[in-house]
Structures are given as structure tokens and as C-alpha cells.
């Protein structure tokens, strides 16, 4: 079994704040699979980095660092559509809750003054999900 896997959730220290998020139960789940560590922030953005929202303007969603205002939804969507391109045989992903990037369904949507809106998915994430129907994409919540 081929699993895309958060590289926060994996114990790669990747995140904004420098840190990672290691998940014992996604470890111990795929023990055993080929694991692709993934993080679509980490490779353009680097870490620790500015954190990043997901926002909503006149119906448009983009990724947007909180203090600059620089929009990095198109180098987000370039690292997503490379593990595409490289890994179209997964066959399950495991991604971050919550992540601007990775949240399945619990990432904060906001506006242009950080009100929040409501919840979805990532940038990553809706890729993922569009391009990858017929396997189990959950985040660590799910495990």
C-alpha cells in the first residue's frame, strides 16, 4: 500500500511555527506501507514561516500570509500538483486537520479582516480530493 502522508503529522518538523505534530496512531497505522511524506508549505515557503489563511473574496479562495497580504495560493497548487504528477498510484492520503494546506472540511475559511466565515478544506486538500476520487483521503482525526 502506497500512503500520502502530512510530513507534520509524520514527525517532520515542517510546520509555520518551526515545530511538527507527530501522530503515533497515523505511525503505527501505515507501519509497514510506502509512505510519501507531503507538505505543500514547507519546500517554497519555509520554516518556521508567516502563517497563512485561507480567504474568501467576492467568492474567490486564496492562501494569504496573514501579516504580508502575499498571496501563495499558485506556489501551493504548483507543490500539490507535483505529488500528483509523481504519485498517481496512491492509494490512501492522510493529511493535517485544520492546515490552510491540508484540512479536509476543517479549515478556517475567513475574510479579508480574519472574520471567520465558515469551515473547508484546504488548497491542497480540494486538489487532492478533485484529482484522487476513488481512494481514502482522511485526516488525523479519522484515524
Not at 42 to 68: F, K, W
Not at 86 to 98: F, G, N, Q, R, T
Not at 110 to 137: F, K, W
Amino acid at each position: 500500500m502506497k500512503v500520502a502522508v502530512s510530513a507534520c503529522l509524520w514527525g517532520e518538523i515542517c510546520r509555520y511555527d518551526g515545530a511538527c505534530k507527530e501522530n503515533l496512531h497515523v505511525k503505527k497505522r501505515f507501519e509497514g506501507c510506502e509512505v510519501v511524506l507531503f507538505c505543500p508549505e514547507a519546500p517554497v515557503l519555509g520554516t518556521p514561516r508567516e502563517r497563512i489563511s485561507v480567504v474568501c473574496n467576492e467568492g474567490q479562495y486564496r492562501t494569504i500570509g496573514d501579516e504580508s497580504g502575499r498571496d501563495v495560493t499558485a506556489l501551493l497548487q504548483e507543490q500539490t500538483a507535483h505529488l500528483i504528477a509523481e504519485h498517481p498510484d496512491l492509494d490512501a492520503i492522510v493529511l493535517k486537520s485544520k492546515s490552510p494546506s491540508c484540512g479536509i472540511g476543517t479549515t478556517p475559511i475567513v475574510d479579508a479582516n480574519q472574520t471567520l466565515l465558515r469551515y473547508g478544506n484546504g488548497i491542497a486538500a480540494a486538489m487532492l480530493l478533485e484529482h484522487y476520487r476513488h481512494i481514502e483521503i482522511i485526516d488525523e482525526t479519522m484515524v
